[in-house]
């Protein structure tokens, strides 16, 4: 069975930091792109980081730059999303993502996501 699961969400300081983490099984983990998401109370999905299958490559949105990192352990089978300098515009539910081409089709799954609330 292909499961994404996360864990690491939870409630944190402005300022604070959390990481993230996200294990796959059912899939051959290291052919596939990895992204994280965030959702917000009333806001379209967006997304947050990408990396490719290799790790050699990192996307970010404009508004986490400098403050998380995406990373990949494809030994592991797990990607992370270390998040620093939180804040409250962070609030959201983190969902992991993996994507890749298979045969001609695509080939993606989601995670259930985690949420993550930055308040004093």
């Known amino acids: 069975q292909v499961r994404l699961v996360e864990s690491g969400g939870g409630l944190v300081q402005p300022g604070g930091s959390l990481r993230l983490s996200c294990a796959a099984s059912?899939?051959?983990?290291?052919?596939?792109?990895m992204r994280w998401y965030r959702q917000a109370p009333g806001k379209e999905r967006e997304l947050v980081a990408g990396?490719?299958?290799?790790?050699?490559?990192?996307t970010y949105a404009d508004s986490v730059k400098g403050r998380f990192t995406i990373s990949r352990d494809n030994a592991k089978n797990t990607s992370y999303l270390q998040m620093n300098s939180l804040k409250q515009e962070d609030t959201a539910v983190y969902y992991c993502?993996?994507?890749?081409?298979?045969?001609?089709?695509?080939?993606?799954?989601w995670g259930q996501g985690t949420p993550v609330t930055v308040s004093s």
């Open positions: 059912g899939f051959t983990f290291s052919s596939y792109l």
């Open positions: 993502y993996a994507r890749t081409w298979l045969y001609g089709r695509l080939d993606a799954y």
């Open positions: 990396i490719t299958s290799a790790g050699d490559t990192t």
